[in-house]
């Protein structure tokens, strides 16, 4: 029976497609004190009933499915919901710390206006009509395009609502945060033609190739990653981890390659040509499936990724990439991902190609244990909304950050590229933006000059529930609820290999005056009036909620998620209708060339490398709970500790544990040293998530930020943000 995409939500609400359920047996591997420790903010439980209600996190892309348990109307405990086809009982430590983010006291308890330098409480009605001013201004001046909107997604009612907002005003440059689907999502349009996320299927893949990614720190959905491990060990099948460093990741992996950071993208290449080199594609898939091998071939045979060249490039022994070559072809369903770390950062577009091409050579695209093309559920069918002149001339301006341009003609969003864009000229080209999830001020790279251009912004509204570090440089903060305190539809789960719809609830009431971001844009829309207001035929996000899922509402209110068991991968559709290794479109982009760290080897000998670390990825910040867990060897007290190995550290003169200050062509900062093998000598590592200058005073003034010393680097094939390390000194402080 074919199932209808558009219709698979009624579909499956309607209880034609079951699920197999078992609990997860991994459960959070943080020693349990650290949980019951008494935190003074965090609420007595009162003696009363115990209930239990289903929800949907939203603090990651990963969208679990959450059992929140409540004594009387208090939150007390999160845990993973054995049910949920993503988590299935799961939880990461972030998801379960959503406590201490609910009943946090750095919460924004009511709207926050800037004035002379310090927060003020307004009234949502002052902070909503004095924004809606700025916005009629605007317009009336003819620039609409001026306004911005920087969302975590842009996925889900509430980041359509501020997309059709920006369109109906006349804005093209509504941005998604960045992270390594940019890069994949791309990579599937110009190989499949299918504009889908890619989903992993690891848990049936019997060998894990992994350039470089964090699976076990932060990438994809954590839940699902971790159980994927433990089915790949069951399976006994094999896990092998190219990695700069011993991470968690390498440590867990059966095999560690150790390879020189940057040099993900030539391994792939040099392992595609041991493949054709040696015929071991999969002939039968390739032959049916695909067209333009011989151009790969082309590329691909270059004596730049011969086995000696790729072990020149990437450290390895010339030996260990071929057999790595062969060991992936004669797996019965190898699987090879990519996006550094957590995921947070794009990566190259020809690199993610790259992994992309060694999985169609070995038959693993749109298969079982394959990369799959996932596409969005489809239930937001809302009519194209009216648009006057002053829109329609806004939303035919060029966008801010260049995504769509002539140059980046298949990059959706490119925020890496706001800041420069803002630095041009006397007026910045962004006059108001607003941002809803995401953390701009805290996680660009750039330093100084990334803050110095978005200072530049005239009015900036954040709607973080926390004093994050872009709300503390707002000029407004329009607080949100948390995810336990509102209704919130969460379309899809990174790197899940399923269509999945999940349903946020207001798990307890909310605690202060917030206001869900899609309420705030209605508000503006009605103040705004004529088209505008005319858009927006809904009286609160509740309710558009409910028209726009139709019958199913009251299905994924009662069971909380929808998933498409029987999701089959679409066909191609590329105009071969085959996955193209080539095409007018491929060969437009920049040719592939590993990216080097930005800075000069002359002065700068060694090379940081940052890493990301499960209890550090939220963009928000960390809560207590996990700036607590962290290990000795990334916090010491106050200090961050950077990562040498031993020999680094006796050319140096420096020992463990000691005072030294680091310096890249970004910036320079205080850190103490970590001895460890694990690292390749040359090589400087660095956790990411700390430095903050804001949210809690658990998190805020611990170590330094990563960010601050590290350059923008641009992607010549997409755009986008690839920058990987960057070159630095280290010297005795
Ligand atoms: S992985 Fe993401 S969605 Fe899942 S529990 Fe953790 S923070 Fe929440």
């Known amino acids: 029976m074919k199932i209808d995409r558009r219709s698979f939500l009624a579909f499956v609400l309607g209880g034609a497609a079951g699920t197999a359920l078992s609990p997860l047996p991994w459960k959070l591997t943080d020693d349990i004190s650290i949980w019951t420790q008494n935190w003074p903010w965090t609420p007595v439980p009162p ?85 809606a001013g700025v916005l009629r201004e605007l317009r009336e001046a003819g620039t609409p395009e001026a306004v911005a909107w920087i969302a975590d997604t842009d996925r889900g009612t509430t980041a359509e609502l501020c997309r059709r907002f920006l369109t109906v005003y006349g804005s093209p440059n509504f941005i998604r945060t960045p992270c390594a689907q940019d890069a994949w999502e791309t990579a599937l349009f110009l190989t499949q033609g299918q504009r889908a996320t890619a989903g992993f299927d690891l848990e049936r893949a019997t060998f894990l190739l992994s350039l470089g990614s964090g699976l076990l720190e932060g990438w994809g959905t954590p839940p699902f990653v971790f159980r994927a491990r433990g089915a790949l060990k069951d399976n006994n099948g094999r896990f092998v981890q190219a990695d700069a460093r011993l991470s968690k990741t390498a440590a867990k992996a059966d095999q560690w390659l150790p390879i020189l950071p940057g040099s993900e993208g030539t391994l792939a290449f040099g392992l595609i040509h041991v493949l054709l080199k040696e015929g071991r594609e999969r002939k039968p898939f390739v032959a049916a499936h695909t067209a333009g091998l011989e151009e790969l071939k082309r590329q691909a045979l270059q004596e730049a990724f011969s086995p000696e060249a790729v072990a020149q490039a990437t450290g390895l022994e010339a030996k260990a990439v071929v057999e790595l070559a062969r060991a992936f072809a004669a797996a019965e369903r190898p699987l090879a991902v990519c996006g550094r770390g957590a995921g947070r950062v794009p990566g190259g577009l020809q690199e993610t190609l790259a992994v992309h091409f060694l999985n169609a050579l070995v038959g693993s695209v749109n298969v079982e244990g394959g990369v799959i093309a996932v596409p969005e559920p489809e239930y937001i069918r809302w009519p194209e909304p009216e648009m006057d002149a002053v829109a329609s001339k806004g939303m035919q301006t060029p966008r801010v950050d260049g995504a769509g341009s002539e140059r980046y003609p298949h990059a959706r969003y490119l925020l890496n590229r706001l800041p420069e864009a803002l630095l041009q000229g006397d007026r910045p080209a962004v006059r108001v933006l607003f941002v809803s999830g995401g953390n701009p001020f805290y996680s660009l790279a750039g330093g100084e000059r990334t803050e110095k251009a978005l200072a530049r912004i005239p009015l900036i509204v954040s709607f973080s529930p926390f004093l994050d570090e872009t709300a503390a440089a707002a000029h407004y903060i329009l607080p949100a609820p948390t995810h336990l305190e509102r209704w919130e539809d969460v379309p899809g789960a990174a790197g899940y290999p399923k269509p999945v719809v999940g349903l946020a609830r207001p798990v307890v009431p909310p605690r202060f005056a917030t206001m869900p971001t899609a309420d705030v844009v209605l508000r503006l829309a009605r103040r705004l009036g004529g088209p505008i207001r005319a858009a927006f035929p809904w009286e609160s996000h509740e309710a558009c909620l409910r028209q726009t899922l139709g019958p199913a509402w009251e299905t994924l209110r009662r069971k909380g998620f929808a998933v498409e068991e029987g999701f089959k991968p679409q066909p191609f559709e590329t105009a071969s209708r085959k996955f193209e290794f080539a095409n007018a479109d491929l060969k437009r982009l920049a040719a592939f060339r590993p990216l080097p760290a930005p800075g000069d080897p002359g002065a700068f000998k060694l090379t940081l490398v940052p890493f990301d670390t499960l209890r550090l990825t939220a963009a928000l910040g960390a809560p207590p709970f996990l700036v607590k867990a962290l290990e000795s060897e990334i916090l010491l007290k106050n200090d961050i500790r950077v990562e040498i190995h031993p020999q680094t550290a006796r050319d140096l003169g420096l020992v463990d544990g000691a005072d030294a200050r680091i310096t890249t062509p970004q910036g320079s900062a205080r850190v103490r040293v970590y001895l460890t093998e694990g690292i390749r000598p040359g090589l400087v590592g660095m956790a990411r998530g700390l430095g903050r200058g804001a949210h809690d005073r658990y998190l805020a003034g611990k170590g330094v930020s990563a960010n601050r010393l590290l350059a923008a680097v641009e992607d010549p094939s997409s755009g986008l943000e690839a920058g990987w390390g960057i070159r630095a000194r280290l010297e005795r402080a």
């Open 47 to 131: 003696k009363g009933e115990t209930t239990y209600v289903d929800s949907t996190c939203t603090l990651c892309p990963g969208g679990c499915g959450i059992r929140v348990r409540r004594v009387e109307d208090r939150v007390v405990k999160i845990e993973g919901r054995n049910d949920h086809p993503v988590s299935r009982g799961g939880i990461c430590p972030l998801g379960a710390a959503g406590v201490q983010l609910l009943y946090s006291p750095w919460r924004v308890r009511q709207p926050l206006k800037k004035m002379d330098g310090r927060f003020v409480p307004v009234s949502w009605e002052q902070a909503i009509g004095e924004i």
